[in-house]
C-alpha cells in the first residue's frame, strides 16, 4: 500500500535508500502500538462485550498511539528536509509507511482483535458446556459453528 500511495505522490525511488532496512522500522514502530493494544484490551473487564472491551482498550492507548505516530512523523519530516535525495527519499517513504501502519492498526487490527476476543470468549464457553452450547439452535447452524 505504501509503494503504491508513495508513487502516486510522486516520491521516486532510486538505488541508493536502504530499502532492505524500511521493512522493520516499520515492524519495529508497529509491534509497539500493537503490543500497547492488545495489553489494554485484554486487561479490561472479562465481563463486557466485545465491543465495549475494545473501545475501553483504544481510549486508554489511544491518545499514546497518536503521539507516538505524531512524534515519529515529525521527526521524519524533518530528516527529510535534510539536502541528501536518498535520506529525503527514505524519510518520506517512511512517514507514508508509518501512517499507513497506523491506520491499519486503528482499522484492521482492532477489527481483527475483536474477532479473536470472540473466538476466545466462545471457545471458553464450549469448553465450560459442551452440550447446552448450540440448544435452541437448528442442527445447520449448530454444525457451522462447532
Given amino acids: 500500500m505504501s509503494v503504491g ?6 516520491v521516486k525511488s532510486s538505488v541508493l535508500v536502504p530499502w532492505e532496512v524500511l521493512p522493520f522500522l516499520i515492524i519495529a514502530v508497529g509491534v509497539e502500538n500493537i503490543y500497547l493494544l492488545t495489553n489494554s484490551v485484554v486487561t479490561t473487564s472479562m465481563d463486557l462485550l466485545v465491543k465495549e472491551r475494545v473501545g475501553l482498550g483504544l481510549s486508554k492507548v489511544g491518545v499514546q498511539m497518536t503521539l507516538s505516530l505524531t512524534t515519529e512523523t515529525s521527526i521524519l519530516l524533518a530528516g527529510s528536509l535534510i539536502n541528501i535525495p536518498a535520506l529525503q527519499e527514505f524519510c518520506l517513504f517512511a512517514v507514508v ?8 492498526q486503528i482499522t484492521f487490527f482492532v477489527a481483527v482483535l475483536a474477532i479473536d476476543i470472540r473466538r476466545l470468549e466462545l471457545s471458553d464457553l464450549h469448553k465450560l458446556n459442551p452440550k447446552n452450547l448450540f440448544h435452541g439452535m437448528n442442527t445447520w447452524a449448530a454444525f457451522i459453528f462447532s
Fill in 5 to 10: 500511495l508513495c508513487d502516486t505522490l510522486g
Fill in 97 to 104: 509507511s508509518i501512517m499507513m501502519d497506523f491506520f491499519l
